[in-house]
């Protein structure tokens, strides 16, 4: 009987969370999948060749290939955590990507207005902005899930310890048949 009751007091603990619900977090970051394939038409259009013939540095053509591909992977990856949101490592894999391409957006887009259009910058940086909100709900949502989980881990812990305990204090039954 003290084991079945530690059981469900680990099962019930490890039960309670605050964490936003699955299926609603899974929108958001299907979202956020297409808010950043979105991206990848302009890129195409960002012409890093050129920009180096107008005095640009080589790296632009790099960083462009390499802002595409990080978005083609981070859309990839965002609609299938999507499906399994409470994925942690998968979670922090996109959202890593996402911090990536950012800081790489930033400097495509002062490449495309310093050496090709302004027009073209601005796409770049109001089509990526658009999804900072759910950017940030996602990020929020990774950190919650990952002190949950910690608090989860902590919690089976001390009952696993707590259910030791008791059996090791309960005298184990005679296997002596009394004749």
């Given amino acids: 009987m003290r084991l079945i009751l530690c059981c469900f007091f680990a099962v019930a603990a490890f039960a309670q969370t605050g964490l936003e619900p699955a299926w609603d977090i899974g929108v958001v970051i299907e979202q956020i999948g297409k808010d950043t394939a ?6 195409d259009r960002a012409d890093a060749s050129e920009w180096t013939k107008r005095g640009a540095s080589d790296t ?13 992977a981070a859309s990839a990856e965002a609609l299938a955590l999507a499906k399994n949101p409470e994925k942690l490592s998968s979670g ?5 990507r996402l911090e990536g391409l950012a800081n790489m957006l930033g400097s495509i887009e002062e490449g495309a207005r310093k050496y090709q259009t302004g027009s073209l910058a601005q796409e770049l ?10 950017r940030e709900r996602f990020r929020n949502y990774l950190v919650n899930l990952a002190a949950d989980r910690e608090r989860q881990f ?4 001390q009952e696993a310890q707590r259910c030791r ?4 204090a309960t005298p184990p039954k005679s296997t002596v048949r009394k004749k």
């Fill in 92 to 96: 922090l894999t996109l959202l890593f």
């Fill in 154 to 157: 902590e919690v089976m812990d």
């Fill in 125 to 134: 940086a109001s089509t990526f902005a658009e999804s900072g909100a759910n």
């Fill in 38 to 43: 979105r991206l990848l038409p302009l890129l």
């Fill in 165 to 168: 305990g008791i059996l090791m």
């Fill in 60 to 72: 632009y053509a790099a960083q462009l290939q390499s802002s595409k591909d990080q978005a083609r």
